[in-house]
């Protein structure tokens, strides 16, 4: 393991435990410095204070990484774009966090364009809820806004071979926010090509597991969430499983925790390379941070 990469990791995870620490001044403190706008990148990303907060997590899991495994980039990704504000976002913390940790982060978005949410008779993808045409794309307008994210335009499952051709590091972030189970199983395709082109363990948020609306009712049956279930079935060494227990290593749980999935690919011939950074002496030191 380069030595380098654990010292960097080391000290974000040092700087994790302060956060999680329970000392009434270091906390008064870390909140005057965010009234301030003194917070560096690593605590913005603990205390929720990128746009998008779960896109930052993504980005951030993903850099480490990439970091543990050697790599100089890696590629984070927004199925279902709409009006745009996710993948500025997304690029938003693409820039700042790679930049912080050294890693090339290219952000893409890929969605249908200008005509919505097509049309569906499937219940698995809750058309007594989405409704066709919703979530329109304003193409021009969203083009005009992005740096260097790329926007893919078109049906999903044409698009995929073409990012894949194009891919500019593995993949160790997605965010699937297309609504229906359709759309979904049809973006999850991208997980079939060679392992090179993601990360073993690839983080996932999913925007449409539960809804906050009284009439929004979901189930493991129906949306993204099936669509994942239908894929585990079919690929016994790949799996898509919630991140468990994320609220308790957060300084500050949100409600975004429990979307929080990732794509375990077992087969992948570096799933059991080590990445964790820490000698025993060490972690002690780190937890007893939290005091």
């Not at 996710?86 to 938003?92: I, P, Q, R, S």
């Not at 912080?100 to 364009?113: H, K, P, Q, R």
């Amino acid at each position: 393991m380069n030595e380098t990469n654990q010292s960097t990791i080391l000290s974000i995870q040092n700087a994790k435990n302060r956060l999680m620490g329970r000392n009434p001044l270091r906390r008064l403190t870390l909140n005057l410095s965010a009234q301030l706008g003194l917070l560096g990148v690593v605590d913005r990303v603990y205390l929720d204070k990128f746009p998008y907060p779960h896109y930052a997590y993504g980005v951030f899991v993903a850099c480490l990484q990439a970091r543990m495994f050697g790599l100089a980039r890696t590629t984070v990704i927004e199925f279902g774009v709409a009006g745009g504000n996710g993948l500025v976002a997304l690029e938003t913390a693409a820039q700042e966090i790679g930049r912080t940790l050294s890693i090339e982060v290219n952000a893409i978005g890929v969605d249908c364009g200008n005509s919505g949410m097509p049309e569906s008779k499937d219940f698995r993808d809750m058309i007594y809820w989405f409704r066709p045409g919703s979530f329109r794309m304003d193409e021009a307008k969203l083009r005009a806004r992005l740096g260097s994210a790329r926007l893919i335009v078109g049906n999903v499952e044409d698009t995929i071979p073409n990012l894949l051709k194009d891919l500019r590091g593995p993949i160790g972030f997605c965010s699937f926010d297309m609504d229906y189970f359709s759309s979904t199983a049809s973006a999850l395709r991208i997980f079939d090509a060679e392992e090179a082109t993601r990360m073993p363990r690839v983080i996932i948020y999913a925007d449409d597991v539960f809804g906050y609306h009284d009439l929004n009712i979901m189930c493991d049956e129906v949306g993204e969430e099936y669509a994942f279930l239908e894929f585990n079935r079919d690929h016994p060494l790949k799996h898509i499983l919630p991140i468990r227990g994320l609220k308790y290593k957060r300084p500050r749980p949100a409600a975004w925790n429990e979307k929080m999935y990732a794509l375990h690919d077992f087969s992948h011939s570096k799933y059991n390379d080590c990445v964790n950074p820490a000698e025993s002496d060490e972690t002690t030191q780190l937890h007893a941070l939290r005091v």
